[in-house]
């Protein structure tokens, strides 16, 4: 497998080896190999049809295996148990906007796993909660229902329940399809301060190659096909005037 990253000293985050996926008999995905290693920023183009979203569904097990391995931090995924290290922010047009959930209830959903589903909400949630809310700027509309909320704010929404676990790896599937161009620049401002900043490894599917390309350079590292995978790395954390969550994240 190629690396992504030019020094072996830091973890694997992502393997992937020799993944295929089909559809129907479809072939969507052919042989796909990369690594991803801690604090990686990732950027994923590639055409309509070349198998984006399919890729990201596998990694983040929504997907079951067809052909290959994935790891994740060093496991396979069929034995991987730590999904609270993964944030994962889906398309926006997967989004039902007639379901009944407020802005709070979507963020503390990210809390749940199986072995948590029936867990009482503890004050440290509450706070865990809050903290995400404050990061998005969206405490104010905690209460709201997320369908009723414009597609910036409903991208906020998505990424503080991507983020109320302190992810290690957050994956954003296509985050700015279908808002405006000056909330798609703050959204990206945002999240690429995060990379700067602290701990965090990125893997992010866009259709905008400009974006991609100011921060990430111009030459892709590898191709998989249709899908070209460009990448900034990171590996000395610059400081910040905050480490807790609630403030460090936040950007002017």
């Known amino acids: 497998m190629k690396s992504l990253a030019a020094q072996d000293c830091h ?49 983040v097990g929504l997907l079951p295996m067809e052909k290959g391995n994935i790891n994740l931090f060093g496991q396979p995924i069929h034995s991987f148990k730590d999904w609270e290290r993964i944030g994962y922010v889906p398309q926006k047009n997967n989004f039902n906007p007639l379901f009944p959930a407020t802005v709070r209830e979507v963020v503390l959903s990210g809390m749940y796993n199986n ?66 161009a000056e909330t798609q620049a703050s959204f990206f401002e945002l999240i690429t301060h995060m990379h700067a900043h602290h701990h965090m490894t990125f893997l992010m599917v866009s ?17 998989n096909g249709n899908i070209n995978l460009f990448v900034r790395h990171s590996h000395d954390l610059q400081n910040c005037a905050e480490n807790n969550l609630e403030h460090s994240l936040s950007i002017n």
């Open 11 to 59: 973890q694997h985050i992502i393997e992937i080896e020799n993944v295929s996926f089909s559809y129907r008999n479809q072939k969507v995905l052919s042989d796909v190999n990369f690594i991803v290693k801690e604090r990686d920023f990732v950027g994923i183009i590639g055409s309509n049809g070349a198998g984006k979203t399919t890729l990201m569904k596998l990694i």
């Open 115 to 180: 072995k948590s589903l029936f867990r009482r909400v503890s004050r440290s949630m509450q706070q865990q909660c809050d903290d995400a809310l404050e990061v998005m700027r969206i405490q104010d509309i905690a209460g709201k229902r997320v369908g009723e909320l414009s597609g910036g704010q409903q991208q906020r929404v998505f990424l503080a329940r991507a983020l109320v676990n302190h992810p290690d790896l957050l994956v954003l599937d296509e985050p700015t399809v279908g808002i405006d």
């Open 207 to 223: 259709h905008d190659l400009d974006m991609i390309e100011g921060y990430l350079g111009t030459t892709p590292v590898q191709k």
